[in-house]
């Protein structure tokens, strides 16, 4: 790093750190890494997808405890460790409610818990060779969902789907739109007519009905959601590239490229480009931000993630009606995490604008 570069980081930090909003944006957005990152191993439920199911103790509240008794599954997966830690594992075991026990050797007698003041007396002989003890009890700490998986793991893994999704949405954005819009504001003319023309057909259409249009046409799914909500987002980015490019072109510094004999290729992206990437990168932030709302929206409407894999629209989708119910918590935590987030990007994004304006 050259002494120039490492002063304009200096400096570029020294003003971030004066807007706190910006640093508790970037704090958030820090910690939601972390999280997406280290998922699997921070979930108390580290099954793929966090996909526990327990019916008997479905939408409890939160701080919920109660024991289990493992029961060995007949099917063994035997996952690497690596496979582990980035999608999560099977199951080894069944977790069965239980109220009380009672231990003889090898043998346990419970009550097995079937619903509120409901149980079931049932027994359980293991092999003598497993001396571990089979009877743990766990904590929920937002409660658990309508099939009886844990919220709190759901959150934790779902924050892979939300910024998967954003960054996925805002690479397609970034480069459809500053390619679109360097072209059309470099050579303007028929060309710059016919994006324009492009740019406001698409800028036309509402959002949601476009994703829905993209989504039907691709099939409903993982990969289709990225795909449609990037295509959504370059418009943005294109509009804004255009315009600096049309400002920064008739400069006197681009005005002797073109008599140098470089190439329109290397003018754009060797000479333009580089000087308007403070603007791209805020638009950029905005753009992740309502990446993860289009993202929320669609899985809630049924046309985006699809279970079981834990989007927090998904999960606001198939607990809003506990909204009205003594246990509210369920759809109010994705909510919450939804909100938490898009607002760090959205502070993010404001005090890059800050930094990277040249009057400040």
């Given at each position: 790093?050259?002494?120039?570069?490492?002063?304009?980081?200096?400096?570029?930090?020294?003003?971030?750190r004066r807007n706190k909003g910006a640093v508790f944006g970037?704090?958030?957005?820090?910690?939601?890494?972390?999280?997406?990152?280290?998922?699997?191993?921070?979930?108390?439920?580290?099954?793929?997808?966090?996909?526990?199911?327990?019916?008997?103790?479905?939408?409890?509240?939160?701080?919920?405890?109660?024991?289990?008794?493992?029961?060995?599954?007949?099917?063994?997966?035997?996952?690497?460790?690596?496979?582990?830690?980035?999608?999560?594992?099977?199951?080894?075991?069944?977790?069965?409610?239980?109220?009380?026990?009672?231990?003889?050797?090898?043998?346990?007698?419970?009550?097995?818990?079937?619903?509120?003041?409901?149980?079931?007396?049932?027994?359980?002989?293991?092999?003598?060779?497993?001396?571990?003890?089979?009877?743990?009890?766990?904590?929920?700490?937002?409660?658990?969902?309508?099939?009886?998986?844990?919220?709190?793991?759901?959150?934790?893994?779902?924050?892979?789907?939300?910024?998967?999704?954003?960054?996925?949405?805002?690479?397609?954005?970034?480069?459809?739109?500053?390619?679109?819009?360097?072209?059309?504001?470099?050579?303007?003319?028929?060309?710059?007519?016919?994006?324009?023309?492009?740019?406001?057909?698409?800028?036309?259409?509402?959002?949601?009905?476009?994703?829905?249009?993209?989504?039907?046409?691709?099939?409903?799914?993982?990969?289709?959601?990225?795909?449609?909500?990037?295509?959504?987002?370059?418009?943005?980015?294109?509009?804004?590239?255009?315009?600096?490019?049309?400002?920064?072109?008739?400069?006197?510094?681009?005005?002797?490229?073109?008599?140098?004999?470089?190439?329109?290729?290397?003018?754009?992206?060797?000479?333009?480009?580089?000087?308007?990437?403070?603007?791209?990168?805020?638009?950029?932030?905005?753009?992740?931000?309502?990446?993860?709302?289009?993202?929320?929206?669609?899985?809630?409407?049924?046309?985006?993630?699809?279970?079981?894999?834990?989007?927090?629209?998904?999960?606001?989708?198939?607990?809003?009606?506990?909204?009205?119910?003594?246990?509210?918590?369920?759809?109010?935590?994705?909510?919450?995490?939804?909100?938490?987030?898009?607002?760090?990007?959205?502070?993010?994004?404001?005090?890059?604008?800050?930094?990277?304006?040249?009057?400040?």
């Open positions: 790093m050259s002494k120039q570069e490492y002063s304009f980081t200096k400096i570029f930090w020294k003003k971030l970037l704090c958030v957005i820090v910690i939601a890494l972390l999280m997406a990152v280290f998922a699997y191993v921070i979930a108390p439920d580290s099954t793929t997808n966090a996909n526990r199911i327990i019916v008997e103790i479905a939408a409890k509240k939160p701080g919920y405890q109660q024991q289990f008794i493992k029961i060995e599954r007949n099917t063994q997966t035997n996952s690497s460790s690596l496979t582990a830690f980035f999608f999560g594992n099977e199951d080894q075991d069944q977790y069965i409610p239980v109220t009380s026990y009672k231990q003889t050797g090898n043998r346990y007698d419970v009550e097995k818990f079937v619903d509120e003041g409901v149980t079931e007396p049932l027994s359980f002989t293991f092999n003598n060779n497993k001396s571990e003890n089979r009877i743990v009890t766990k904590t929920f700490w937002l409660g658990t969902d309508k099939f009886g998986r844990d919220i709190l793991s759901r959150l934790i893994v779902g924050v892979r789907i939300s910024l998967s999704v954003g960054l996925i949405a805002v690479l397609i954005s970034l480069t459809v739109g500053i390619f679109l819009g360097a072209v059309a504001g470099y050579f303007r003319g028929w060309v710059d007519e016919a994006i324009l023309w492009l740019i406001n057909v698409v800028w036309s259409i509402p959002t949601l009905l476009f994703v829905f249009a993209i989504t039907l046409a691709l099939g409903k799914g993982f990969w289709q959601v990225f795909l449609a909500v990037g295509l959504t987002l370059w418009v943005n980015v294109a509009r804004l590239v255009r315009g600096q490019v049309l400002s920064l072109r008739e400069l006197n510094y681009i005005e002797a490229t073109k008599a140098m004999g470089f190439s329109h290729a290397r003018t754009i992206f060797k000479h333009i480009l580089p000087n308007i990437m403070g603007p791209v990168i805020v638009i950029a932030a905005s753009n992740f931000a309502s990446a993860i709302v289009i993202e929320a929206g669609l899985s809630f409407l049924g046309v985006g993630v699809q279970p079981p894999q834990p989007s927090w629209g998904l999960m606001i989708k198939e607990n809003y009606n506990f909204i009205i119910t003594s246990n509210p918590m369920l759809a109010i935590a994705p909510g919450i995490a939804i909100i938490l987030l898009v607002l760090a990007f959205n502070l993010l994004g404001n005090g890059l604008r800050d930094v990277l304006d040249v009057r400040n």
